[in-house]
């Protein structure tokens, strides 16, 4: 499992937006510490709230890089949105139920998941609207 760290390449230019990517990579950061942390029996709750400021984060930043985006009047805003839509959707459509019978393993899956979305979406994507 790779580690989810920020680094300096990933930085825009952009102070509030790189600060709000920074958390987000802390929370990426979280949801590992509670993977390995073995003397955690029970994950449940812990999930559910990374899961909830996860989300609630998310689209806190995702609303501020919108604007930020229409107010440079960014050229491929609707795409972005939709992708910034798409990984709100995928964290809403988590079936709980299902996440506490394989806690580790599924803490696992949406690791890679924000990981890979985080690193692939600000190196691709948000580094269109890059000011560096």
Not at 49 to 58: F, N, Q, R, V
Not at 74 to 85: D, I, Q, S, Y
Not at 110 to 127: K, Q, Y
């Amino acid at each position: 499992l790779r580690m989810i760290r920020w680094q300096d390449k990933y930085a825009l230019g952009v102070v509030e937006i790189d600060e709000q990517h920074r958390k987000l990579f802390e929370i990426a950061g979280e949801i590992e510490a509670l993977l390995n942390d073995e003397f955690i029996t029970d994950k449940y709750d812990d999930i559910v709230a990374i899961l909830g400021e996860l989300k609630d984060y998310t689209i806190q930043h995702f609303k501020d890089e919108e604007e930020f985006m229409l107010s440079n009047k960014f050229p491929m805003f609707l795409t972005h949105k939709m992708m910034h839509n798409d990984f709100v959707e995928k964290i809403e459509s988590i079936d709980l139920s299902k996440v506490d019978n394989e806690q580790n393993l599924y803490l696992k899956e949406i690791l890679n998941f924000v990981g890979e979305w985080l690193v692939e979406h600000i190196l691709v994507e948000d580094a269109k609207y890059s000011i560096n």
